[in-house]
């Protein structure tokens, strides 16, 4: 299951990533940690997903120890995504009037790519 949620610009980020949980929260029944980069981070997010998620899971927040470049643990997975995503012309600058026709295209460009992959 992949959340996608597209928000205005001066939306919070933090808030973002609850409304995603919350609405998928049937789906994430298993769910267990979820990692998140430094802009995540704080005991308030971290109550806010124990309450829509419950109390099992947790969130690990991926820190960046040193000045100099490190391929932080499991961030290249949404690095690779927005890579990929990226190949799509119409995803390649946010020219969707829309935040309804973005989330589509996005929806749209990750099936075409689950479904090239199975092809092959």
Same mark, same amino acid.
């Given at each position: ?6 928000? @205005?610009?001066?939306?919070? @980020? ?60 499991? &961030?290249?997975?949404?690095? &690779? !995504? ?16 829309? !935040?309804?026709?973005? @989330? ?17």
């Amino acid at each position: 299951m992949i959340g996608v949620l597209v928000t @205005e610009a001066n939306a919070s @980020e933090r808030l973002g990533a609850v409304v995603v949980l919350d609405e998928a929260v049937e789906e994430l029944s298993k769910l267990e940690v979820i990692w998140v980069d430094q802009g995540y981070s704080g005991e308030n997010f971290a109550q806010a997903v124990k309450q829509v998620c419950g109390e099992k899971v947790r969130v690990e927040v991926i820190q960046r120890n040193s000045k100099s470049f490190e391929r932080l643990p499991k &961030r290249w997975i949404v690095e &690779r !995504t927005f890579g990929w995503l990226n190949r799509f012309r119409r995803l390649s600058k946010d020219y969707e009037l829309y !935040t309804e026709l973005s @989330e589509a295209m996005i929806y749209g460009s990750l099936i075409r790519l689950m479904l090239k992959r199975m092809a092959s």
